[in-house]
């Protein structure tokens, strides 16, 4: 049990790490590229950290130097490794190097902890069947451990069903080594980390609205080596934007940050609650500034935040709220790391709000500005988020004490000192 204790009160700056979902791209770009890359900003997180094991064992040289990391990319491109590939709790390194493998002749076996060996992996491997990859799973929706079969590929059009970031990832770095182009057509906007690095690896890459989403194609080829540098992760951000939000007496900033629409729709949600958050564009680069605010209820959609993965501490922010929040088609958060759906309905409970589930909705009844959250305990599974989610919501109200609090380190292993350091 880690105890988390109330903050008197909130002031100052935070960097939170390199962006996550960035860092993932940066590392296997430069493990496909010929050659040195140099990456800096990297995420500290053993998420990242298995990435780039796992491009080591495929025959990259990664060389670790503090923050600043090395890749070079075999020459010869990328081989099977005899070892299987470790994605431990990482969903982003299963799926993104199911794409890397299956273009890599022979058989690649990708294996998980316990969180990731209960996630759907049938969406990235429906998609790479198409293109001409084997992939072997366990059970109907293809569970870890897995067998990639990798070879020569073809390329596709494919209408990714569910709104993900990594199947579309997945299938484009596929599509890098097929014959003839590959096209991936979203019908909500995911993040576009994979596509901004293509294009700062040199690669053509043509991007077209269709509907409310994308069409996006691929024509192969090789990356190029290159310097990257990575910005900080807003949905790191988004917990100190709702601790400085819901705290009854804060002023915090959040500095060096990527503000890609599809990454900062929280904020969008928060000032719709009346939150006094706010980014801030310094030319290049954003920050972000939050202060203690009145909220009141909303109505959020998952299309305003893509990939849900600030749902949970949007629910924190909900149950400080006067009123009742929707949460509307929100069922991909029961096949994150952990079954966000119920962990944020229970989340809520253990706050004192009244929390309930209609399908894929969910509902919460604020405490508003009068009453302050109960301390409470909570387990947070294997879920890096939820741990976050329920420290925010510890040290703004009155304590709590957390089980499996060590997880935040597969994306934030400096979390608890950073939020000390608020104090
Ligand atoms: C990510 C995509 C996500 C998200 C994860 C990172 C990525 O999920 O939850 O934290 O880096 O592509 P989806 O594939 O559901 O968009």
């Known amino acids: ?246 705290h009854e007496d804060a002023s915090l900033e959040v500095v060096s940050l990527d503000a890609a629409p599809e990454r900062v729709g929280f904020v969008g949600v928060l000032a719709r609650m009346g939150a006094r958050v706010a980014l801030h564009d310094h030319g290049g680069f954003h920050s972000l500034s939050a202060l203690s605010s009145a909220l009141v209820a909303t109505e959020v959609h998952s299309h305003e935040i893509p990939s849900v993965d600030e749902v949970p501490i949007l629910t924190v922010a909900a149950c400080a709220a006067e009123g009742v929040s929707a949460f509307r088609a929100m069922g991909e958060l029961r096949v994150k790391e952990s079954d966000r759906f119920a962990g944020s309905l229970e989340l809520a409970g253990r706050l004192g709000a009244r929390a309930w589930a209609e399908g894929d909705d969910f509902f919460v009844e604020g405490l508003g500005a009068a009453r302050r959250f109960a301390p409470f305990r909570l387990d947070a599974g294997l879920d890096h988020r939820m741990v976050m989610a329920a420290a925010i919501a510890g040290a703004a109200g009155r304590g709590c004490a957390i089980q499996g609090a060590d997880t935040v380190a597969t994306s934030y292993p400096h979390f608890f000192r950073d939020l000390a350091l608020l104090a």
Not at 205 to 222: F, H, I, M, Q, Y
Request: aromatic share 2%.
């Open 1 to 246: 049990m880690t105890d988390v204790a109330p903050l008197a009160r909130v002031r100052g700056a935070v960097r939170v790490p390199g962006d996550k979902s960035y860092s993932h791209r940066a590392v296997l770009l430069s493990a496909l590229a010929r050659g040195r890359s140099t990456l800096s900003g990297l995420s500290p997180g053993a998420d990242v950290a298995a990435t780039l094991d796992a491009v080591a064992r495929l025959g990259a040289r990664v060389e670790r130097d503090g923050d600043r990391v090395a890749v070079h990319g075999p020459g010869g491109g990328l081989r099977p490794s005899a070892e299987p590939l470790e994605c431990a709790n990482s969903g982003t390194t299963m799926r993104l190097l199911c794409g890397v493998v299956a273009a890599v002749a022979g058989s690649h076996r990708l294996v998980g902890d316990a969180s990731l060996s209960r996630r759907p992996m049938d969406r990235v491997a429906t998609p790479l069947r198409l293109m001409g990859a084997r992939v072997h799973g366990e059970g109907p929706t293809l569970h870890a451990p897995l067998v990639v079969e990798g070879g020569p590929l073809s390329g596709i059009a494919y209408h990714v069903p569910v709104p993900s970031a990594q199947v579309k990832s997945a299938v484009l770095l596929a599509g890098l080594s097929a014959a003839g182009p590959t096209t991936v057509v979203e019908s909500v906007r995911t993040r576009t980390t994979t596509e901004d690095a293509l294009r700062a690896a040199g690669l053509d890459l043509a991007v077209a609205p269709e509907g409310a989403g994308r069409r996006v194609t691929l024509s192969p080829g090789r990356p190029s080596a290159r310097s990257w540098f990575v910005p900080g992760d807003p949905s790191q951000a988004a917990f100190f934007a709702v601790l400085g939000a819901i």
